[in-house]
């Protein structure tokens, strides 16, 4: 039997009260027996949909093609409660019908590894596929041939290294040779399926046991594009000690996809970038990687460290870097950590003196400049506030109204020292 937070065992109480049998099954359950605490629940049951919609009026119907139905438990507390009640059914048709069944095992049958084919209700413990033994044995085993399922559904290819990742399991010799067989099917799957598991398996706990599988079976390729195929010697090395070593930092995916673009050439990292289609912060934060890693690295001195900040605004993209860097510290047993040390020293010591990065920490904007006469025109202004912030990178202790003022007007006037603002001269 496996623990079950209350919010689970009154629901499953409340379909057995009205007749209905109910078991917590999946992942939820493996979850349980490797010592998690998993907020997402699975809650099959033989109760069709309008059964369970009049049971739990409260809940929100996220499938009426499949039957299911979600409830939200602890709302107000950080670690929420989801619970999905479904029907318990057998695997879609080819026409993508679904058909429903009465039989709890004829619904575990369906799932794809036997280690997410187990259910328990508080009274009946269900495994009729081996899963107990096979996580006993720390061992990824389909239910049914593995050849056939992945050739069917090459996504589960990756669902078994995401349970490596996850738990660090090995795969039987069977679906080792499935894959070996059939990963080049993977290259075909939706680019935001193959971005999600790829991301989920890097930020495994086990991930790095994970990416060596998919390194070693071919697999690699066929997730990140032509980049895969062309490793240089340096690469190939550094993609070993990454796989090795990548377990040893914090199971954190933008992080470690990081650590894998920053091995590469830059033209590579971008390519890799394109194909998995990263969007937003992250794929700012990777492009980052794959351009500007070096000149992060290099950037020791107060006033460069603040410019390299500046020129990669928000704050938050060069804190990316830091960490990253504080992980390839670890990963390449890198000796940086002076460097890193000294950014981190750095970064204190311009939070204490309130030191201007950015435009915002000037004391004067465009308005000043407009009431001083400087200029009228609001994109002129905005350009001398930039200049402005550059220069303070250097003399901080100029952000003052008279100081930054006259810096304005002289900048207006010289575009010699407009030029050479960023220009610190030794004496």
Known sequence: MIKMPKEVKEIIRALRDKGYEAYAAGICVRSCLAGEKPLDWDVNTNAGLDAIKEIFPEGEVVSEKFSVVRLYGNEDAEDQIITDIGTFRMKT??????????????????????????????????????????????????????????????VKMLKALRITASLGYDLTKDVYEAVLKNHALVRDLPVKNLRGDFMAIMGGPSGGKALNMIV????????????????????????????????????????RMGALISILSEKKGLSVIDRLDFTGKIRLNLTDVAKDLPSFHFAQQPAAYKKFIYEHEPMERSDYLLNLQKALMIIFDYSIETKVKSKMYLLNEFERNNDPIFVEDLVINAEDLMEEGISDDPEECDKLLHMLVERLHIEPKKNTRRDLLELAKKYKKNKMAAYLRGVSWIR
């Open 93 to 154: 048709a080819e026409d993508g019908t679904v058909p429903f069944t009465d039989d709890v095992k004829e619904d575990l049958r369906r799932r794809d590894f036997t280690v997410n084919a187990m259910a328990d209700n508080g009274f009946e413990f269900i495994d009729e596929f081996g899963g107990r033994s096979d996580m006993q044995a720390k061992l990824v085993r389909t239910i049914g041939s593995a050849d056939e399922l992945f050739r069917k559904e090459p």
């Open 216 to 255: 070693d079976m071919g697999m690699l390729p066929d997730i990140i594009g032509e980049a895969g195929e062309k490793l240089s010697g340096r690469e190939k090395s550094d993609l070993m000690t990454l796989c090795q070593n990548m377990d040893k930092t914090k199971p954190i995916a933008s992080r």
